[in-house]
């Protein structure tokens, strides 16, 4: 069964600074993708990054990128100049890219904050 | 972009009663919807997927009887927690994939606050 990996319940980071939130997961899949997703107060889901496995390239979004170790399994999220409004939890994600049912199977998540 | 819509975004019922949420799809199908379940400062846990026109699948442990899923067209998958107890008192998203969208579709509904007294 795959299984998502966040190792860090809290972060802390001063505005402007850039923060680095890791993620592990454990798939025999060779295919299938990995995101990370924001949750502020709202509780709203908020898309912030996806990788395909398949690219070697690690996604970037403006101040957000990733670094994708297909072999490690790891996929951390990189954020530059931080914002007060990055402060929120933020859930790494799978999703197996042949999967019958396509589910997302999600990290602990990392709850960030933002320090003025 | 692909907007999913859900209702109610908060509802207090009493302990033996009833509770419908609804998750609808405004601008494109969704032949698979996701129900999950959120404690606070804690993850999604994942309670079933819905599939348009036929059964539920539910992961282990969940209740089938207590959470009852219908996903009777592409637009709409509604979740009613039956005979509601105060443990049952959760967040609960939806989450749907549209049909011919892959990857970049996944959209989550504003999610429910369900308190029961």
């Known amino acids: 069964a795959q299984t998502v990996t966040q190792s860090q319940p809290e972060m802390s980071v001063q505005e402007a600074e850039t923060v680095t939130l890791s993620c592990t997961y454990d798939?025999?899949?060779?295919?299938?993708?990995l995101f990370w997703y924001k949750q502020p107060p709202s509780r709203q889901m908020i898309l912030v990054i996806r990788?395909?496995?398949?690219?070697?390239q690690n996604a970037t979004e403006n101040r957000f990128s990733v670094n994708f170790q297909k072999a490690a399994k790891s996929f951390s999220l990189k954020i530059s100049d931080s914002q007060l409004g990055d402060a929120a939890m933020y859930f790494c994600?799978?999703?197996?890219?042949?999967?019958?049912?396509?589910?997302?199977?999600f990290g602990q998540g990392t709850t960030l904050q933002v320090k003025p | 972009g692909a907007v999913v819509s859900q209702h109610p975004s908060w509802v207090i019922c009493k302990s033996g009663t009833s509770v419908k949420i609804e998750c609808r799809s405004l601008?494109?199908?969704?032949?698979?919807m996701f129900w999950y379940r959120q404690f606070p400062k804690q993850s999604l846990m994942l309670m079933a997927t819905?599939?348009?026109?036929?059964?539920?699948?539910?992961e282990q442990g969940v209740e089938k009887d207590k959470f009852l899923i219908n996903h009777a067209s592409l637009t709409l998958s509604t979740l009613t927690v039956t005979s509601a107890h105060p443990e049952d008192s959760s967040f609960y998203i939806c989450?749907?994939?549209?049909?011919?969208?892959?990857?970049?579709?996944?959209?989550f509904g504003s999610g429910t606050r369900l308190t029961v007294v």
């Open positions: 989450s749907a994939r549209p049909f011919s969208q892959g990857y970049d579709g996944y959209t």
């Open positions: 798939t025999s899949e060779s295919d299938y993708y």
């Open positions: 990788q395909e496995a398949y690219k070697q």
């Open positions: 994600a799978y999703a197996a890219l042949y999967s019958n049912t396509g589910k997302l199977i």
């Open positions: 601008d494109f199908q969704a032949t698979t």
């Open positions: 819905s599939n348009e026109g036929s059964k539920a699948t539910y």
